[in-house]
Nanobody, 121 residues
């Protein structure tokens, strides 16, 4: 139900925008989020928009560099000043209220297939 696009290879310091299209879910009524996992590293909630107050929350590692946004049918992750530490598989997710107050994997129920982001030195 969620389909990501926009991943790829980018040089360090560069920018990339990920998109996640929803076929039927009204994303503006859901909590939405972007998560990532790199080999040997823990699964991380990168950026989420809460279902209760619509506030965006970010992992400390991406604050000031990443921005999450959404329309009723698509969510986005704008990534800038990328480093090799951002290399990972990025996956979008959504969940209906009241879940999604925390940007953690356990609170989200609908997932995309993931898209690879690779940042070269």
């Amino acid at each position: 139900q969620l389909v990501e696009s926009g991943g790829g290879l980018v040089q360090s310091g560069g920018s990339l925008r990920l998109s996640c299209a929803a076929a039927t879910l009204p994303l503006d009524k859901y909590a939405v989020g972007w998560f990532r996992q790199a080999p040997g590293r823990a699964h991380e909630g990168v950026a989420c928009i809460r279902s209760d107050d619509g506030r965006a929350i970010y992992a400390d590692s991406v604050k000031g560099r990443f921005a999450i946004s959404r329309t009723p049918s698509t969510m986005y992750l704008e990534m800038s000043n990328l480093t090799s530490e951002d290399t990972a598989v990025y996956t979008c997710a959504a969940v209906a209220a009241p879940w999604g107050r925390l940007c953690i994997r356990e609170q989200f129920t609908t997932w995309g297939q993931g898209t690879q982001v690779t940042v070269s030195p």
